[in-house]
């Protein structure tokens, strides 16, 4: 049984610094892609950033040079960095994993198969 566990959120102050962790368990994938979505009350869930087996990377507009995301290889462990942090990223962040061999970074949730709970992150200004 695959499960995502995630760890890490807080409450900063903005500009501040966390580092997420998803913790996964229950499976090894040949070929994977990972990622970090958060959802805002009364918003739609966002992707933040993504990483696949061989590196590669894709942030949302909003993620990008302000926050970095790697793993831990074998794959046990995927990491969000964020800093600069703004009130705006106030949001329930989750992480996902798809196990589709030939699978790009990608943002798109649907193609995601497994989620785990979330970590609520909170910036107060």
């Known amino acids: 049984q695959v499960q995502l566990q995630e760890s890490g959120g807080g409450s900063v102050q903005s500009g501040g610094s966390l580092r997420l962790s998803c913790a996964i368990e229950?499976?090894?994938?040949?070929?994977?892609?990972m990622a970090w979505f958060r959802q805002a009350p009364g918003k739609e869930r966002e992707g933040v950033a993504a990483i696949v087996s061989d590196g590669n990377t894709i942030y949302a507009d909003s993620a990008k040079r302000r926050f970095t995301i790697s793993q831990e290889n074998p794959l046990n462990t995927v990491y969000l960095q964020m800093t600069s942090l703004k009130p705006e990223d106030t949001a329930m962040y989750f992480c996902?994993?798809?196990?589709?061999?030939?699978?790009?970074?990608?943002?798109?949730?649907?193609?995601?198969?497994?989620w785990g709970q979330g970590t609520q992150v909170t910036v107060s200004s």
């Open positions: 229950g499976v090894t994938f040949s070929s994977y892609c």
């Open positions: 996902a994993a798809a196990g589709t061999p030939g699978l790009v970074a990608t943002l798109d949730s649907g193609l995601y198969n497994y």
